[in-house]
Nanobody, 119 residues
Framework: QVQLVESGGGLVQAGGSLRLSCAASGSIFSFNVMGWYRQAPGKQRELVATATSGGTTNYADSVKGRFTISRDNAKSTVSLQMNSLEPEDTAIYYC?????????????WGQGTQVTVSS
């Protein structure tokens, strides 16, 4: 079973920064596509950023230039550095992992961590 545990959420003022981390276990992390998604109240879950096993990154237009995703394959962690936070970034942030093959092939989610940005 793949487990994802997020940390680092909290309350911050607009313009501030937060760093989210996700620790993964149960699969060969280096092969997985890792990502961060978020869900604001009353809205659908949306992609924030992804990072492939080869290091290719992808960002939602709304966070480009402000957020940075990074992964440490040796430590099986993925992080999301969030700068210049805006009230619109308020949401529950979820770590996501896609295991591409093997007995654990599939998509997995963490439990989520709350990020609240005050104006």
């Amino acid at each position: 079973q793949v487990q994802l545990v997020e940390s680092g959420g909290g309350l911050v003022q607009a313009g501030g920064s937060l760093r989210l981390s996700c620790a993964a276990s149960g699969s060969i992390f280096s092969f997985n596509v890792m990502g961060w998604y978020r869900q604001a109240p009353g809205k659908q879950r949306e992609l924030v950023a992804t990072a492939t096993s080869g290091g290719t990154t992808n960002y939602a237009d709304s966070v480009k230039g402000r957020f940075t995703i990074s992964r440490d394959n040796a430590k099986s962690t993925v992080s999301l550095q969030m700068n210049s936070l805006e009230p619109e970034d308020t949401a529950i942030y979820y770590c996501n992992s896609i295991v591409p093959f093997g007995a654990l092939k599939g998509e997995y989610w963490g439990q989520g961590t709350q990020v609240t940005v005050s104006s």
